[in-house]
């Protein structure tokens, strides 16, 4: 029997678990196994959650969340991370001087509350995030609220778009992604900033499903996928973006409430029993 050498490139999340298998911890992974590589995790807090809502979070201590993290970096070669829930300053305390001093680019999801509208971030980790975590982005990839929630500012135009990108660059992030989803439109359109450049205008289709839960891990978890494998940024949202239009567009309905996207989707004509 022959055995193949190829070995996928790692990608790490650091985020909360969704036990409903939809966001969190369990998207980010199922992605990054459908896009051909290898994830590892760091579980900030376990959610009791399913497609209706959260009804219950339970956080690691500050010091499991960092032992994780330690032993994680300590024996697999990380070609790229990202995080998503964080949940409290103390683990962010706690993570921070560790992701310090890695070499891999880190994408960041600053989750702030579930699409079910439950909280995910404490009110006094905000500020942590801020000071703490986004200089260390090397993209972070804020939803309209989240940006607006960050930079104190009201977010309806191309205008304003720029401003934001300019005070979260301001903060620290070497590269910006306000995501499209909650502005109007029959097309997408993600905004990425990069230093020295106008914002980029990255359309998309826009997809018209209530099965939509978990787009923003799965989407910040497809960038870091692709970074793991060597593309540059821009060609990394691109593909990311395209993942995730194709998961939207062969979603399905389960459960009764907002059904998550279809991980499989690059794989959903192979299935045929």
Same mark, same amino acid.
Not at 189 to 212: C, F, K, Q, S
């Given at each position: 029997?022959?055995?193949?050498?190829?070995?996928?490139?790692?990608?790490?999340?650091?985020?909360?678990?969704?036990?409903?298998?939809?966001?969190?911890?369990?998207?980010?992974?199922?992605?990054?196994?459908?896009?051909?590589?290898?994830?590892?995790?760091?579980?900030?807090?376990?959610?009791?959650?399913?497609?209706?809502?959260?009804?219950?979070?339970?956080?690691?201590?500050?010091?499991?969340?960092?032992? /994780?993290?330690? *032993?994680?970096? &300590?024996?697999?070669? =990380?070609?790229?991370?990202?995080?998503?829930? @964080?949940?409290?300053?103390? #683990?962010?305390?706690?993570?921070?001087?560790?992701?310090?001093?890695?070499?891999?680019?880190?994408?960041?999801?600053?989750?702030?509350?579930?699409?079910?509208?439950?909280?995910?971030?404490?009110?006094?980790?905000?500020?942590?995030?801020?000071?703490?975590?986004?200089?260390?982005?090397?993209?972070?990839?804020?939803?309209?609220?989240?940006?607006?929630?960050?930079?104190?500012?009201?977010?309806?135009?191309?205008?304003?778009?720029?401003?934001?990108?300019?005070?979260?660059?301001?903060?620290?992030?070497?590269?910006?992604?306000?995501?499209?989803?909650?502005? /109007?439109?029959? *097309?997408?359109? &993600?905004?990425?900033? =990069?230093?020295?450049?106008?914002?980029?205008? @990255?359309?998309?289709?826009? #997809?018209?499903?209530?099965?939509?839960?978990?787009?923003?891990?799965?989407?910040?978890?497809?960038?870091?996928?692709?970074?793991?494998?060597?593309?540059?940024?821009?060609?990394?949202?691109?593909?990311?973006?395209?993942?995730?239009?194709?998961?939207?567009?062969?979603?399905?309905?389960?459960?009764?409430?907002?059904?998550?996207?279809?991980?499989?989707?690059?794989?959903?004509?192979?299935?045929?029993?």
């Amino acid at each position: 029997m022959s055995h193949s050498t190829y070995v996928p490139p790692c990608v790490l999340t650091i985020a909360g678990s969704d036990s409903g298998g939809g966001a969190g911890i369990q998207a980010d992974l199922k992605t990054m196994t459908v896009l051909g590589t290898y994830g590892l995790s760091v579980i900030t807090a376990l959610t009791a959650q399913n497609t209706t809502g959260v009804y219950g979070i339970e956080p690691a201590s500050p010091e499991f969340v960092a032992q /994780q993290l330690t *032993v994680v970096l &300590d024996d697999f070669p =990380i070609r790229a991370a990202k995080t998503g829930m @964080l949940f409290s300053a103390g #683990i962010i305390e706690a993570m921070t001087p560790i992701l310090e001093k890695v070499p891999f680019p880190l994408v960041v999801d600053p989750v702030c509350v579930s699409q079910s509208g439950h909280r995910l971030l404490e009110e006094d980790a905000v500020a942590a995030l801020k000071k703490r975590i986004i200089p260390l982005a090397g993209l972070l990839t804020p939803n309209r609220p989240e940006a607006e929630t960050l930079t104190g500012m009201s977010i309806s135009t191309p205008r304003d778009i720029a401003e934001a990108i300019n005070r979260l660059m301001d903060m620290g992030a070497k590269a910006v992604l306000i995501k499209g989803g909650h502005f /109007q439109g029959d *097309v997408m359109v &993600d905004w990425l900033g =990069i230093p020295g450049t106008a914002p980029v205008p @990255l359309e998309h289709e826009r #997809i018209d499903t209530h099965n939509a839960h978990g787009t923003g891990c799965t989407l910040s978890a497809a960038i870091a996928a692709y970074l793991a494998r060597g593309c540059e940024l821009e060609q990394a949202v691109r593909l990311g973006q395209e993942y995730l239009v194709a998961a939207l567009d062969t979603g399905f309905d389960l459960g009764k409430g907002d059904g998550p996207t279809n991980h499989l989707a690059p794989f959903v004509s192979h299935f045929t029993c």
